[in-house]
Structure formats: structure tokens, C-alpha cells
């Protein structure tokens, strides 16, 4: 199976900043997208952020001056750099990963989630 940890939520003041980690282990053979979602209390959850060797980092427009994506991809792992924060920020967030298990099949795999609170 796959394990997924996820970790560097909190709490933080209005123009804090937070760094999120994310690391898929487990029986992999190849992630070939990676990208994080969230979803604010009583809303849908959305995308914040996507990261490929095809389309390179994606963002929301909201996040893009603000949040930078990234990976190490020899350790199947993806980072999230939130600067700025706004209170409009708070929520669970989610990393994703999509590839190939070690059967060769396409599979996809979710963070358990973690939360983040921006708040004086």
C-alpha cells in the first residue's frame, strides 16, 4: 500500500507564513503529477496549486504572487511555500499524487489532510 504524510499546518498571523511538506511512500513505481487542494469550512474543496514535468507549476490565479510549489522528486515529495497569508486561506489542505503502483497501475493518492488557520 501507500502511505501519505502530510505536515507544516498551524496557526498563523495575517501575513504569516507556512511550508508545507508532503511525502507518498510506499509501493510507487512512478508519480508523475503532484499537487495540492483545499477546502475552506462549507465549501468545495479547490485547487491551489498543480506540478508536472509537462506543464511545470500551475496556480490558481488567487495564489500565484503568494504560493510556490515544488517537489523532490527522487523522495516523491511536494512542498507548498505560502507567503502572505490571508485570513480567506484557512482550511484543510490536501496533497495528490497521480502515477503507477508497482502492479503498473494508474492510481492516485490523498493526503489525509491538514489543517491550516490564518487568524490574529
Known amino acids: 500500500q501507500v502511505q501519505v504524510v502530510e505536515s507544516g499546518g498551524g496557526f498563523v498571523q495575517p501575513g504569516g507564513s507556512l511550508r508545507l511538506s508532503c511525502k507518498f511512500f510506499g509501493d510507487i513505481f512512478a508519480v508523475n503529477v503532484m499537487a495540492w487542494y483545499r477546502q475552506a469550512p462549507g465549501k468545495q474543496r479547490e485547487l491551489v496549486a498543480t506540478v508536472s514535468s509537462n506543464t511545470g507549476a500551475v496556480y490558481a490565479e488567487s495564489m500565484k504572487d503568494r504560493f510556490t510549489i515544488s517537489t523532490d522528486n527522487g523522495r516523491n515529495t511536494v512542498f507548498l511555500q505560502m507567503n502572505g497569508l490571508k485570513l480567506d486561506d484557512t482550511g484543510v489542505y490536501y496533497c495528490?499524487?497521480?502515477?503507477?503502483?508497482?502492479?503498473?497501475?494508474?492510481?492516485?493518492?490523498w493526503g489525509q489532510g491538514i489543517q491550516v488557520t490564518v487568524a490574529s
Open positions: 495528490n499524487a497521480e502515477g503507477l503502483d508497482t502492479d503498473i497501475r494508474r492510481a492516485s493518492w
